[in-house]
Every structure is written in C-alpha cells, then in structure tokens.
C-alpha cells in the first residue's frame, strides 16, 4: 500500500500556486477570446445612449472629442460625442459622466443643447439595488429633461435642490445628480470651443453604429 503523502505548509503552498497558476491562465484565455466581444457591446451601448440623450431633428454629425475639466479639485476627463448641424453649427454634446453610487460605480450618458440645457440621460451601467436605487433608470430621471441647471439646481431636495430623490434611495439619488453636474460644468468650461469647432474629419452616427 502506498504510504500516504505527508501534508505539509510547503506542499499546500505548491498546490495554491498551481491552482492560482491554472485559474489564471484560464481567465487571461476567456478575456482574450471575449474582449473584442466586450467592446463591441460597449461601443453599442454608448452609441444607443447618444441616440437616446440627443434626439435631434435633421441630418446630425457627431465628432469624437474629450473633455478635461476640475471638479471640486480632482481632474477628470469626460468622454463626448458633438453634435452639428448639416451647415455645421453646433447643436449640442453627449457627455459620459460617473459617480459612485449605493451599490459601486454609475455610468451615465448627459445629453446638452447648445444653451446648456439638459436634453436626455441615459444609465450605461450600474450596480444599485433593484426596486430602490434601480429605479433611476425610469421616471426619476424624466425631471431633468428640458431643465437648464444655470437655474435648476441639481441636488436633491433635502439638500436644497430642485431633484426629487428616489423615496428610500437618497444616496443614489444625489449620485445621479451629481454625476449630471459633473457633466454640465466640464460641458459649460469647454463649450466656447465647440462653438468654434472644425468638423472634419467627422464621425456619423448610423443604424449599424460609428461610420467613420
């Protein structure tokens, strides 16, 4: 009969190392395989998000841009997506904005009108809790449509401002909102260059997604 290996601190650590060794590489041949999957969702999403905070009438081009903006002391970059018109003035901007919520991060799209006023949001991705917080992505956040925040301040009512919170959910609530404001201020800083912006090359939102 074969004597039965002795345990010991030094086996169970090659055992772990192993174990870790072909975890890892399993994880590395998944990611390999589904980024490009990944992203192409992603793309997507972002794409439907503009569409949906940027419902303008008339031939639309949009141009990739990236805004760098300070807000309360902490440098940011904010994705965009800039909307012109056929003659190529400028009707307004796609703002990718985030902030941490109740449950983690929250990743929001902020539609704008060339005046600043807030024409759609739209939630890319979120980790809130369902029937609470979740709930930011129906009717709560219909109240900002329309609304410019040069006057509609945007913190939640107990904190005195304009946003109705989500009822057992005012965390989130100020989250969504002040994700929002991070968007309308580095939109605000950065808008004297839109005005002014060249357009080609352009970037055209269509049916199949970006055609560049």
Same mark, same amino acid.
């Given at each position: 009969?074969?004597?039965?290996?002795?345990?010991?601190?030094?086996?169970?650590?090659?055992?772990?190392?192993?174990?870790?060794?072909?975890?890892?590489?399993?994880?590395?041949?998944?990611?390999?395989?589904?980024?490009?999957?990944?992203?192409?969702?992603?793309?997507?999403?972002?794409? !439907?998000?503009?569409?949906?905070?940027?419902?303008?009438?008339?031939?639309?081009?949009?141009?990739?841009?990236?805004?760098?903006?300070?807000?309360?002391?902490?440098?940011?970059?904010?994705?965009?997506?800039?909307?012109?018109?056929?003659?190529?003035?400028?009707?307004? !901007?796609?703002?990718? *904005?985030?902030?941490?919520?109740?449950? /983690?991060?929250?990743?929001?799209?902020?539609?704008?009108? !060339?005046? /600043?006023?807030?024409?759609?949001?739209?939630?890319?991705? @979120?980790?809130?809790?369902?029937?609470?917080?979740?709930?930011?992505?129906?009717?709560?956040?219909?109240?900002?449509?329309?609304?410019?925040?040069?006057?509609?301040?945007? *913190?939640?009512?107990?904190? /005195?401002?304009?946003?109705?919170?989500?009822?057992?959910?005012?965390?989130?609530?100020?989250?969504?909102?002040?994700?929002?404001?991070?968007?309308?201020?580095?939109?605000?800083?950065?808008?004297?260059?839109?005005?002014? @912006?060249?357009?080609?090359?352009?970037?055209?939102?269509?049916?199949?997604?970006?055609?560049?």
């Amino acid at each position: 009969m074969a004597k039965k290996k002795e345990s010991t601190l030094i086996n169970m650590l090659v055992a772990l190392l192993v174990i870790a060794a072909v975890s890892g590489g399993v994880l590395g041949l998944v990611y390999g395989v589904t980024k490009d999957t990944i992203a192409e969702v992603d793309q997507k999403k972002n794409e !439907a998000a503009i569409k949906a905070v940027l419902p303008l009438e008339g031939e639309i081009t949009f141009k990739a841009d990236t805004l760098k903006y300070n807000y309360e002391g902490v440098d940011l970059t904010f994705p965009c997506n800039l909307a012109f018109d056929a003659n190529g003035n400028f009707k307004g !901007a796609a703002v990718k *904005t985030s902030e941490s919520g109740f449950g /983690g991060k929250i990743d929001m799209m902020v539609g704008f009108l !060339a005046d /600043g006023t807030i024409k759609g949001t739209s939630v890319l991705s @979120h980790s809130e809790t369902p029937g609470l917080g979740a709930n930011m992505t129906g009717k709560f956040k219909d109240q900002f449509i329309d609304k410019n925040p040069a006057s509609y301040r945007l *913190t939640v009512s107990k904190d /005195g401002g304009d946003v109705d919170a989500i009822t057992a959910a005012t965390i989130t609530s100020r989250a969504f909102s002040k994700a929002v404001d991070k968007a309308y201020k580095a939109f605000e800083a950065n808008k004297a260059q839109f005005m002014n @912006h060249k357009i080609s090359p352009i970037t055209k939102i269509m049916e199949g997604g970006l055609d560049k």
